[in-house]
């Protein structure tokens, strides 16, 4: 069975400043898809960024970048620049492809940003 | 794009009652929904996985007979909670995977059903 690790409950950044999120997975697949997403307040999921396992690059959308580590299965989110509005609940997540593939969701990681 | 329109986002109801919350795609067809229950300050627990014209896969642990889930078409999901009590109390959300070009797809996420039995 696969599993998501997110070790820290709770984080707090300055505004400005960077903050990285931790993610651990465990699959014996070789073909896999990670996910990071946001629940603000308004508890409407959105979708940070995603990392195919098959790529080697790092994906990055504007301040938000990932570590993807294959071999140690770790998938870190890094928030450069950090914003008010970037307080929410991080959820890592993890499917094995395929469109019908369910997503399994790490414990989460609740960031407060502060001014 | 990918939209997901769920309904209502809070509801009230006695204990003994049905509920059903409702999951539309709108711009797209929602081949398999996923249905998760989400306790405070927790993460979300997939409850079961809901395939447009058959049966419904419920994760275990999830009564069936409890949870009924619909997927009559490729735009329509429902959720109807029976007989509803105090502890079925929680945060609903649905999901649908979408397709985009070539290989790529996605999870879009419905906005959530705030249930609360009194």
């Known amino acids: 069975a696969q599993t998501v690790t997110q070790s820290q409950p709770e984080m707090s950044v300055q505004e400005a400043e960077t903050v990285t999120l931790s993610c651990t997975y465990d699959?014996?697949?070789?073909?896999?898809?990670l996910f990071w997403y946001k629940q603000p307040p308004s508890r409407q999921m959105i979708l940070v960024i995603r990392q195919e396992a098959y790529k080697q690059q790092n994906a990055t959308e504007n301040r938000f970048s990932v570590n993807f580590q294959k071999a140690a299965k770790s998938f870190s989110l890094k928030i450069s620049d950090s914003q008010l509005g970037d307080t929410a609940m991080y959820f890592c997540?993890?499917?094995?492809?395929?469109?019908?593939?369910?997503?399994?969701f790490g414990t989460g990681t609740r960031l407060q940003v502060t001014l | 794009g990918a939209v997901v329109s769920q309904h209502p986002s809070r509801v009230i109801c006695k204990s003994g009652t049905s509920v059903k919350i409702e999951c539309r795609s709108l711009?797209?067809?929602?081949?398999?929904m996923f249905w998760y229950r989400q306790f405070p300050k927790q993460s979300l627990m997939l409850m079961a996985t809901?395939?447009?014209?058959?049966?419904?896969?419920?994760e275990q642990g999830v009564e069936k007979d409890k949870f009924l889930i619909n997927h009559a078409s490729l735009t329509l999901s429902t959720l109807t909670v029976t007989s509803a009590h105090p502890e079925d109390s929680s945060f609903y959300i649905c999901?649908?995977?979408?397709?985009?070009?070539?290989?790529?797809?996605?999870?879009?996420f419905g906005s959530g059903t705030r249930l609360t039995v009194v």
């Open positions: 999901s649908a995977i979408f397709r985009g070009p070539g290989p790529f797809y996605g999870y879009t």
């Open positions: 711009d797209f067809q929602a081949t398999t």
């Open positions: 997540a993890f499917n094995t492809g395929g469109t019908a593939s369910k997503l399994t």
């Open positions: 809901s395939n447009e014209g058959s049966k419904a896969t419920y």
């Open positions: 699959t014996s697949e070789n073909n896999y898809y």
